[in-house]
Nanobody
């Protein structure tokens, strides 16, 4: 099973940008789909974006479309979440996940999860 470690979270003003990183160890990302989810205080974990590793196909939640971008660096075995035009409602713990299921928007299709990184957007 692949182990995941996220980094890059922090405090940023509204309108700012952050880049989150997710590094895999134990196994490479190849043959896994990779997703980013987030959980705000008092709310359920929600889908943000995902990438099908074999095809590179990406999909985004409507709330982040046009502002967030998922990308990967095969050589570094790393997936990134580029976040622009951040809003206070983006404040959450962001989790990276890897899995082989087809329902990439569904958290239950991911077997491996990172510990999360906090993103706080001030108004």
């Amino acid at each position: 099973q692949v182990q995941l470690v996220e980094s890059g979270g922090g405090l940023v003003q509204a309108g700012g940008s952050l880049r989150l990183s997710c590094v895999a160890s134990g196994r490479t990302f190849s043959s896994y789909n990779v997703g980013w989810f987030r959980q705000a205080p008092g709310k359920e974990r929600e889908f943000v974006t995902a990438m099908l590793w074999i095809t590179g196909f990406t999909t985004y939640a409507d709330s982040v479309k046009g502002r967030f971008t998922i990308s990967r660096d095969n050589g570094r075995n790393t997936v990134y979440l580029h976040m622009n035009s951040l809003k206070p409602e983006d404040t959450a713990i962001y989790y990276c996940a890897a899995g082989r299921g087809d329902r990439v928007r569904n958290s239950t299709d991911y077997a491996s999860w990172g510990q999360g990184t906090q993103v706080t957007v001030s108004s």
